[in-house]
């Protein structure tokens, strides 16, 4: 295959092969490169002192990057002013050689350079699988808290319906009973308090719009109050972990003939699921 010279090189192969046409045939080359006695090879005999006595220049050499192309276009412009045909026949295969062997680094580059991309992809998959892992067993490891702290919560609100109906029936009525009853409430506040802030609140339920993802309707009833689907009775007590049902309000609906909506007879509610007053908690002593 013919290798690819600067345009000043190709014209100096064409005048020194019209001068010299009449020169002795050049002679094969083996296993190194062998240039002649002649004068024009000083520059090469002076770069590569190593050369032996029948001036063969060794491929371990060339190996080592001795002969650099640099080098050898200097010895082929000599070579080309003295004519010597041998020399620069020489000079060309190993031109040549440099090319092909340009050519071989420039091949292993791009599989190199092929192979870290191919790598740099390959880390980039990997480590959006691992980010989507960490996310996935972050949002399975809250899940599995919140449904523990929900299944303890949900086992507590029996003691608040309890609390609730202690409240109802018992009427303290001598000091001995009034104390009792206020060490009662005060546990029975600290209990509220500890499942307040755990973002356990209370459903709104009378005056408030029915609302089937927290209330439970039991049944209508006429009102002369309440307009048509406002709640008019609360028949026990709904409950919410955050924006999470515990346990739907059980509660009548009015059947229509009043006049309050539901926003006229709860002003302050911020919504469905804002807060109302825990069971009994008006009486409940202050710390």
Not at 127 to 141: T, V
Not at 195 to 205: G, K, N
Not at 206 to 214: E, R, Y
Not at 216 to 232: D, L, T, Y
Request: proline residues 5%; glycine residues 6%.
């Amino acid at each position: 295959m013919a290798a690819s010279f600067p345009n000043h090189i190709v014209s100096s192969f064409a005048v020194t092969r019209s001068c010299v046409a009449q020169a002795p045939a050049v002679r094969s080359l083996g296993a190194s490169v062998s240039f002649p006695r002649s004068p024009s090879c000083w520059f090469l005999r002076r770069q590569f002192p190593g050369l032996s006595s029948d001036r063969r220049f060794p491929k371990a050499s060339l190996k080592k990057g001795e002969a650099t192309l640099k080098f050898l276009i200097q010895a082929y412009r000599e070579a080309i002013l003295s004519g010597d045909m041998e020399s620069i026949t020489s000079i060309e295969l190993e031109i040549r050689a440099l090319e092909k062997k340009r050519d071989e680094l420039a091949g292993q580059v791009k599989e190199m350079t092929t192979e870290i991309t191919t790598g740099k992809e390959k880390f980039l998959r990997l480590n959006a699988d691992f980010e989507n892992f960490r996310k996935r067993s972050e949002k399975d490891r809250l899940s599995f808290t919140s449904n523990i702290q929900r299944d303890v919560i949900e086992s507590l609100l029996p003691i608040v319906d309890s609390f609730e109906r202690s409240r109802q029936q018992l009427k303290p009525e001598t000091e001995k009973e009034k104390k009792i009853d206020t060490s009662y409430q005060g546990i029975y506040k600290q209990f509220v308090e500890i499942l307040r802030s755990l973002r356990v609140a209370v459903v709104q339920t009378v005056g408030s719009q029915f609302d089937p993802s927290i209330h439970e309707a039991v049944g209508r009833v006429e009102s002369q109050k309440f307009k048509e689907g406002v709640v008019v009775e609360e028949i026990s007590r709904g409950f919410v972990l955050g924006d999470r049902v515990l346990r739907p309000a059980k509660v009548r609906v009015s059947a229509g003939a009043g006049t309050v909506a539901a926003n006229d007879a709860n002003p302050d509610a911020e919504g469905p699921t804002a807060e109302a007053a825990w069971p009994g908690e008006d009486s409940l002593p202050a710390q």
